[in-house]
Every structure is written in C-alpha cells, then in structure tokens.
C-alpha cells in the first residue's frame, strides 16, 4: 500500500539501478555499498535528486538536471523516490541531493545557480 502517494513511481523516474545501489551502469559487484564506481567527470561520479515525487522534488530536480547541462557534465541525474531508499541516506528532509553518494543539501529547493556551485 502506498500511503500518501510515497513509492509510487512515476514515467521517468528511478531509471537505473546497478550492482552497487548507486544508479551507475557498472558490472562490478565488488564495489562496497555506498561507495560509486561510475567512471568520474570533473571529480563527480553521480547525481541523485531524492524526495517524495512532490512540486517541491520535481523543482529540485528540473535544476539539478539543469545545473549539469549548464556545468557541461554528461552525467544524468536520477530522481529517488521509493523511501527505503531516501531513508538510506539519512535524510530527514526533502528534496535532498546525493553528490558521489554524499547528501550535500536537504530541506530546501536550491536554485539552478546554487546546485552548480555545489557541483564545482
């Protein structure tokens, strides 16, 4: 049972998964969880937008993915929705971003300009 709409998944979202649990499209089993083992572009690996599939997240990940373009990164940025997952990080307020699977902004919807500038 979904309460509130929580895990439902919508088109578009959770595209990856991976032998590791972090979204990369790698084969290596042997990574440790919650360490990345995609291949790094400018020093980041992955970009993860959690939240609950709210305006809020949905915002927050329209300008993560924009912030990326903007920046030139060619790495896409995935949108979290399924809880057990989210909780995983220890996040305690959405929408939150994952950057080389730490969580470096929680609670808020951070404008195009502040996501680049935590990605440089």
Request: charged fraction near 25%; aromatic fraction near 4%.
């Amino acid at each position: 049972m979904a309460l509130f709409g929580l895990g439902k998944k919508t088109e578009g979202e959770e595209k990856k998964s991976s032998c590791c649990g972090t979204g990369c499209d790698c084969a290596a089993p042997e990574t440790p969880a919650g360490e990345c083992c995609g291949e790094k572009v400018d020093g980041i690996c992955c970009i993860k937008v959690l939240g609950a599939g709210c305006k809020s997240c949905h915002e927050q990940y329209e300008n993560a993915k924009k912030a990326a373009e903007n920046l030139g990164l060619s790495i896409e940025v995935e949108y979290i929705t399924d809880m057990p997952k989210v909780i995983g990080y220890g996040v305690t307020a959405m929408p939150a971003i994952v950057v080389n699977e730490k969580v470096v902004s929680q609670g808020k919807v951070l404008k195009t300009a502040d996501v680049e500038k935590l990605l440089k």
